[in-house]
């Protein structure tokens, strides 16, 4: 099948022809159909799989067969729960959009109000964060008495963030006929409950959980704590790497981590909460333009970033949930390549790593660096070791793609002890 197939304006095939998209992915030609009918849908995806698209296109068909061109009203509503990805749709809006003149405008925090509110009046498609967008809503510089399509993107995400009295807020704002669109990771029982109250009939579209991981080589690194700093850049310089996006779990960390990195001569930068939008904007193109091989970043932060770059995902703090692990690893493999996720564990991690491998439905290789001595006494390192003075009996090769490595699956009473 290709994009042929849905009968687009000439105008939009553009627009797919400038993304260079040539065959719909699975959950496009599942949601495409459903949403250019007009029906609510409720649909099941990972990032990566192309669901910005499969709305983003239908959308904006709709608009043109209503001829909705021009400056406002408000007809299409997109709420995100990061301001990275509220700019990465808005930018995919703009380019699918280009030739048929439909504005998108971006609403988010951490930067001045103006020039978002003079955008927002002149767009036909705001898509929003949904605190900036309640605060708008609250002065009374815009309305949203014409939309008549509502997109939920990441609602998973943004109910962990705290959204949900935000988001009743925004709906109790909107007319009551409109076509509803709900897009998830993950169906937990608050998303049940939310797509019971706002969609109607809804077709339900869903694409294998387990998709944006079948072209990822994935390791466990088992390691003492206060060792997985000296661990990461003995990793970083002994497999080939492209772009390499490193997890930790707290923004001091990712902060510490990137300075130590950097101090090592590695074009390194960092993403996380307490930064401007200016600063986190540099960072990202920095990033995806390859002026910066390497980004620490912690989970919330490095919702939306979007580059088919990255080579290596490694997660330096183990996630805190088999679901975040997925998210995290689905950050490489895209667009057709493969990619490479690492875990530097610690004992302190084998619930998680069972739930990983449970989730997987089979057992992870657990490798070590050749040449590592795991045997390191406990000293205070800058920028990523701890206090954890336990020490790691693995004697096994290396990583997955590296250079002069063989990865071996280890014993598991030995990783345990880990």
Known sequence: MTFDHFSFDRRICAGITACGYSTPTPIQTLAIPEVLKGRDVMGLAQT???K??????????????????????VRTLVLAPTRELALQIQESFDILGKQAGIRSAAVFGGVGFNPQINAARK??????????????LQQGVLKLDSVDTLVLDEADRMLDMGFMPDLKRIMSRLPAKRQNLLFSATMPADIRK????????????QVSNTAPVECVTQAFYPVSDHLKAGLL??????VEHESVLIFTRTKHRAK???????????????LQGNMSQNQRQRALDGFRCGTFEIMVATDIAARGIDCDRISHVINFDAPDTAETYTHRIGRTGRAGRTGAAL?????DDHLVVRDIERVLRRRVDQCT???FDYDQPFKAQPGGGNRDRTRSQQRKPSAPGGRNSRPQRSRRSSARAS
């Open 256 to 270: 510490n981590l990137a300075k130590r990195l950097g101090l090592r001569g590695l074009n390194t930068t960092f």
């Open 52 to 73: 910005t698209a499969a709305f983003a296109l239908p959308i904006l068909q709709r608009l043109l067969n209503s001829d909705a061109r021009g400056q406002g009203p």
């Open 233 to 238: 850049e003995a990793l970083l310089q002994s």
């Open 194 to 205: 939310l797509a019971d109250t706002i969609l109607v009939d809804p077709a339900r579209v």
């Open 48 to 50: 990566g799989t192309g």
């Open 369 to 371: 660096v050749d040449g």
């Open 343 to 347: 875990s530097l564990i610690t004992r």
């Open 123 to 136: 767009a036909t498609i705001v898509v929003a964060c949904p605190g900036r967008l309640v605060a708008l």
